[in-house]
């Protein structure tokens, strides 16, 4: 994986994770053979432990759920470890995820392959905005800077309008999002991002449902 040029600081990237007949198979599984929720807009199934969507760590309550035989090849390789979690989640066209990092305190490492239509992912610390295009079969991994000290987040609209000007309609995409369970505590100290750097400072961080997060980001967004 090769590092992006840009800000922040710590995008990984590498085109074509897999080839184009490996993500049609995969789409297919998807669609046929896996029993998603029954929900409109963007909705997920987990592997291993189970995310927590109040806490944003691990739901301990739920047991661990083995990784299907056709998660297993994809699973990268760059880590001393399997990942404890990993979430695929569809994402049908107007869907997207509001702004966030991924919990310091839970969390180490985070990667992210997409699959199915490109979208676009920003990354924002404070006044600062930067779009990176998640095209298919590209897997991206956060480290530094890019996973600590920015949120990023996937408006929810139809079309993205590309740095030429070319609008492009949205479509299906999927995504397959892994993550390492840290092991000792974030030294970073951002009090802003960091739920542990929170803690010291006696600040518990708020458990917030994705609804009221996407609420907060409407509210805030420009």
């Not at 085109?15 to 297919?28: Q, V």
Request: aromatic share 10%; with cysteine.
């Amino acid at each position: 994986m090769e590092e992006l040029p840009i800000e922040p600081k710590g995008i990984l990237w590498q085109n074509d994770f897999i080839d184009a007949e490996h993500e049609a198979r995969l789409i297919s599984i998807f669609l046929n053979e896996l029993e998603w929720p029954d929900r409109p807009g963007r909705i997920s199934l987990h592997y291993g432990y189970t995310f927590d969507y109040k806490t944003f760590g691990l739901d301990p309550d739920i047991p661990y759920k083995e990784f299907p035989d056709w998660l297993k090849p994809l699973i990268p390789t760059t880590e001393s470890r399997p990942p404890e979690q990993v979430c695929l989640q569809y994402y049908p066209p107007g869907s997207g995820i509001p702004p966030h990092t991924d919990a310091h305190m839970a969390y180490d490492q985070l990667y992210a392959l997409s699959l199915g239509a490109p979208t676009i992912m920003q990354f924002r610390q404070g006044e600062r905005r930067v779009d990176v295009d998640l095209m298919p079969r590209s897997m991206m991994q956060m480290t530094g800077d890019s996973r600590l000290h920015w949120t990023h987040s996937i408006k929810k609209r139809k079309t993205d309008t590309l740095k030429d000007g070319t609008v492009r309609l949205r479509e299906n995409r999927w995504s397959i999002t892994y993550r390492w369970a840290r092991e000792g505590d974030c030294e970073c100290g951002n009090v802003d991002l960091c739920d542990v750097a929170q803690r010291r400072l006696g600040v518990e961080k708020e458990k917030r449902s994705v609804k009221q997060l996407a609420e907060k980001a409407e509210e805030t967004s420009s």
